[in-house]
């Protein structure tokens, strides 16, 4: 049974920083393509950044390039996403996701099969 349990959300002021981390159980996850997603109240679920098997990465919506950078840790089933620099409209609940090897669509949610509960973050002026 493939689970993935998100961590570290919280609320902090804008300029903070967050690390948000995914455990991912039941599957191979070194062989596994994974990407966070953020939806925020009356928004639609947008992918923030995606991550290859061997550790390619790229960002999906242009607000948070410079600032978060995603990574993963194969030899422990972990995805991280590093939040720098945080916004009020960084607000929303963070959602990690993953799918079999990808040949492209890295950042389109039907791209992913699994995803986990979600982490609130909330960012305060």
């Known amino acids: 049974q493939v689970q993935l349990v998100e961590s570290g959300g919280g609320s902090v002021q804008s300029g903070g920083s967050l690390r948000l981390s995914c455990a991912a159980s039941g599957y191979a996850h070194s062989r596994a393509y994974m990407a966070w997603f953020r939806q925020a109240p009356g928004n639609e679920r947008e992918a923030v950044a995606a991550?290859?098997?061997?550790?390619?990465?790229?960002t999906c919506v242009d607000s948070v390039k410079g600032r978060f950078t995603i990574s993963r840790d194969n030899a422990n089933n972990m995805l991280y996403l590093q939040m720098d620099s945080l916004k009020p409209e960084d607000t929303a609940m963070y959602y990690c996701?993953?799918?079999?090897?990808?040949?492209?669509?890295?950042?389109?949610?039907?791209?992913?099969?699994?995803w986990g509960q979600g982490t609130q973050v909330t960012v305060s002026s």
């Open positions: 991550i290859t098997t061997g550790g390619t990465t790229t």
């Open positions: 996701a993953a799918a079999p090897p990808l040949g492209g669509g890295w950042c389109l949610a039907y791209s992913y099969s699994h």
